[in-house]
T-cell receptor, first 113, second 112 residues
């Protein structure tokens, strides 16, 4: 199993550009999550999904969009990038409802200049 | 709103020492609590998950305890090693939310 994979690892965007961060998991997990981590801070939830076709907002959803057309993939779309979106983005997944661990990808380091 | 606090923010110890990392949360209505390890430039690795009905969980040299009523958890690391150097994050899942709320972490350095 590859676990949770994320692409790209690094990206530099100019203000106003758009991009999609890719996330995939091969563990047949139902739940998937997107977090951002700013320097010296804990992770904050952006969006999450409890299954294909179902998404919901987390704590900091503004400026982002998600879709979940398959169980395996959960892309995060940034529209009109702003410097405030400079961060490290982590995707995670878990089996489902219940006390299940969340498994994290290696992260995407995004800089908006 | 649930808030998670980790103290200390950084800790430096000599190899072989036993140590305790602290985590506190403001709302005791949690479903479970997880401890994670994060190495520089890497993702998070789950270390231990404690369900709300449990008091502690153990894995190797790690022992995590949970006191829901007082809103506290501790991560005990026995006989620390340089390879334990990392940032340790605590996160709570509020009942029925499927969402984790994270602390800012404790950066641990174990000196040889």
């Amino acid at each position: 199993n590859a676990g949770v994979t994320q692409t790209p690892k690094f990206r530099i965007l100019k203000i106003g550009q758009s991009m999609t961060l890719q996330c995939a998991q091969d563990m047949n997990h139902n739940y998937m999550y997107w977090y951002r981590q700013d320097p010296g801070m804990g992770l904050k939830l952006i969006y999450y999904s409890v299954g294909a076709g179902i998404t919901d907002k987390g704590e900091v959803p503004n400026g982002y969009n998600v879709s979940r057309s398959t169980t395996e993939d959960f892309p995060l779309r940034l529209e009109l990038a702003a410097p405030s979106q400079t961060s490290v983005y982590f995707c995670a997944s878990s089996y489902g409802e219940g006390p299940y661990e969340q498994y994290f990808g290696p992260g995407t380091r995004l800089t908006v200049t | 709103k649930q808030e998670v606090t980790q103290i200390p923010a950084a800790l430096s110890v000599p190899e072989g020492e036993n140590l305790v990392l602290n985590c506190s949360f403001t709302d005791s209505a949690i479903y479970n609590l997880q401890w994670f390890r994060q190495d520089p430039g890497k993702g998070l690795t789950s270390l231990l998950l404690i369900q709300s009905s449990q008091r502690e969980q153990t894995s190797g040299r790690l022992n995590a305890s949970l006191d829901k009523s007082s809103g506290r958890s501790t991560l005990y690391i026995a006989a620390s090693q340089p390879g334990d150097s990392a940032t340790y994050l605590c996160a709570v899942e509020e009942g029925g939310s499927e969402k984790l709320v994270f602390g800012k972490g404790t950066k641990l350095t174990v000196n040889p």
